[in-house]
């Protein structure tokens, strides 16, 4: 493997990153024999985002020994808080940061580490393990516009075995799995209903949400995914890495005009070959077999309070950790023009002094 290095800084001598940024040009991040680096990274934010972490920490720990990881959650609201204030030095989040707050951090980078999906996920005793869902009727349900497996039915004109209650659960915490779902409920209007069924979403896209009484609030991805598999008449909305043997719903996506299911391949057809903003909009995409709810997730770090080590461990992450991405159930970003851009601002990044 060919490599290029280049020497960072003297505030730990002998430790040397290479990069090669190009075209089909090969990249490898390593330490040099006898380097002898220490340190310790923290990371906090997003339990979308928390697995991944954990599993880079680990990995990386195996080329780089002296250097210890620490990843925490929190939600993405935290993490970009965290290290917003210098507290961490790694902000984990699964959204892209609101404006507000990107004004008020002009020293935050935001880095595109990876890519992932949203799914619908029901309990397998509504209707077995089949279910298709558009917008509209994903709205409908979780701005409790119907709230009966029976008016769901009746309104959207298709047959669904379960008619009771429709037991809604949704994410307690602070969470960008919540703010990007709702995102992509507030685009219903892309959507239209042979039947007429149209709705709009009116609950915003706020990392945590003031739901309608009756809905189920828990903590975590984790959280949400127990309480569908436990409830024989539920719906709620998880990260890929969360769908595990649950139902999922083949989503409608007005873009390519598909009804498309989530996975890692599908969800890495969504991002688009040329990447121009890291909070630029991958929903509802026209690329064919596109799915329609695919996001980014992200590092933040503070280049005021940047350390040899972090760039060491995102580079790390963006290059080699790319092959563990897949283990936890993410969609890795290489050969993507996701990570061409964050690979360009860490060429271009220096210890803080």
Same mark, same amino acid.
């Given at each position: 493997?060919? +490599?290029?290095?280049?020497?960072?800084?003297?505030?730990?001598?002998?430790?040397?990153?290479?990069?090669?940024?190009?075209?089909?040009?090969?990249?490898?991040?390593?330490?040099?024999?006898?380097?002898?680096?220490?340190? !310790?990274?923290?990371?906090?934010?997003?339990?979308?985002?928390?697995?991944?972490? &954990?599993?880079?920490?680990?990995?990386? =720990?195996?080329?780089?020994?002296?250097?210890? %990881?620490? #990843?925490?959650?929190?939600?993405? @609201?935290? @993490?970009?808080?965290? $290290?917003?204030?210098?507290?961490?030095?790694?902000?984990? /989040?699964?959204?892209?940061?609101?404006?507000?707050?990107?004004?008020?951090?002009?020293?935050?980078?935001?880095?595109? %580490?990876?890519?992932?999906?949203?799914?619908?996920?029901?309990?397998?005793?509504?209707?077995?393990?089949?279910?298709?869902?558009?917008?509209?009727? $994903?709205?409908?349900?979780?701005?409790?516009?119907?709230?009966?497996?029976?008016?769901?039915?009746? *309104?959207?004109?298709?047959?669904? &075995?379960?008619?009771?209650?429709?037991?809604?659960?949704?994410? /307690?915490?602070?969470?960008?799995?919540?703010?990007?779902?709702?995102?992509?409920?507030? !685009?219903?209007?892309?959507?239209?209903?042979?039947?007429?069924?149209?709705?709009?979403?009116?609950?915003?896209?706020?990392?945590?949400?003031?739901?309608?009484?009756?809905?189920?609030? *828990?903590?975590?991805? #984790? @959280? %949400?995914?127990?309480? %569908?598999?436990?409830?024989?008449?539920?719906?709620?909305?998880?990260?890929?890495?969360?769908?595990?043997?649950?139902? *999922?719903?083949?989503?409608?996506?007005?873009?390519?005009?598909?009804?498309?299911?989530? /996975?890692?391949?599908?969800?890495?057809?969504?991002?688009?070959? =040329?990447?121009?903003?890291? @909070?630029?909009?991958?929903?509802? +995409?026209?690329?064919?077999?596109?799915?329609?709810?695919?996001?980014?997730?992200?590092?933040?770090?503070?280049? =005021?309070?940047?350390?040899?080590?972090?760039? !060491?461990? $995102?580079?790390?992450?963006?290059?080699?950790? &790319?092959?563990?991405?897949?283990?936890?159930?993410?969609? #890795?970003?290489?050969?993507?023009?996701?990570?061409?851009?964050?690979? =360009?601002?860490?060429?271009?990044?220096?210890?803080?002094?």
């Amino acid at each position: 493997m060919r +490599s290029i290095w280049k020497h960072k800084s003297s505030l730990f001598v002998g430790l040397i990153i290479g990069i090669l940024l190009g075209a089909g040009g090969l990249i490898f991040i390593s330490p040099p024999p006898g380097s002898g680096v220490q340190g !310790t990274i923290t990371t906090a934010g997003s339990s979308t985002v928390y697995p991944l972490s &954990q599993i880079w920490a680990t990995e990386f =720990n195996v080329v780089f020994p002296g250097l210890t %990881v620490n #990843p925490s959650t929190g939600g993405s @609201g935290l @993490g970009q808080s965290l $290290v917003g204030q210098a507290l961490i030095d790694i902000g984990a /989040s699964s959204s892209y940061p609101e404006q507000d707050y990107i004004d008020d951090n002009p020293d935050i980078e935001i880095l595109p %580490v990876s890519a992932d999906a949203l799914g619908v996920v029901i309990n397998e005793a509504v209707n077995g393990s089949s279910f298709k869902l558009d917008c509209d009727m $994903v709205v409908a349900i979780f701005q409790r516009n119907v709230t009966t497996w029976a008016d769901f039915s009746t *309104v959207f004109g298709v047959t669904v &075995q379960e008619t009771g209650p429709i037991h809604v659960f949704v994410r /307690s915490d602070a969470s960008g799995t919540t703010a990007t779902f709702a995102k992509w409920l507030e !685009t219903a209007d892309e959507n239209i209903n042979s039947n007429g069924a149209e709705y709009e979403w009116y609950l915003g896209h706020e990392e945590a949400l003031s739901f309608p009484a009756g809905i189920n609030a *828990v903590d975590g991805n #984790p @959280g %949400v995914a127990s309480g %569908v598999a436990g409830d024989q008449t539920a719906i709620g909305y998880v990260g890929l890495a969360f769908l595990g043997d649950l139902v *999922v719903a083949d989503l409608y996506n007005p873009g390519n005009d598909e009804w498309v299911t989530p /996975s890692v391949a599908n969800a890495v057809k969504a991002i688009p070959t =040329n990447l121009t903003a890291p @909070g630029q909009n991958i929903m509802n +995409s026209g690329i064919e077999g596109a799915y329609p709810i695919a996001r980014l997730l992200f590092y933040l770090i503070n280049r =005021n309070h940047l350390s040899e080590n972090t760039i !060491t461990y $995102v580079s790390w992450c963006l290059v080699q950790g &790319q092959k563990f991405v897949s283990v936890v159930g993410y969609v #890795p970003i290489n050969g993507t023009a996701a990570q061409s851009y964050s690979l =360009n601002i860490m060429s271009a990044l220096s210890p803080s002094p």
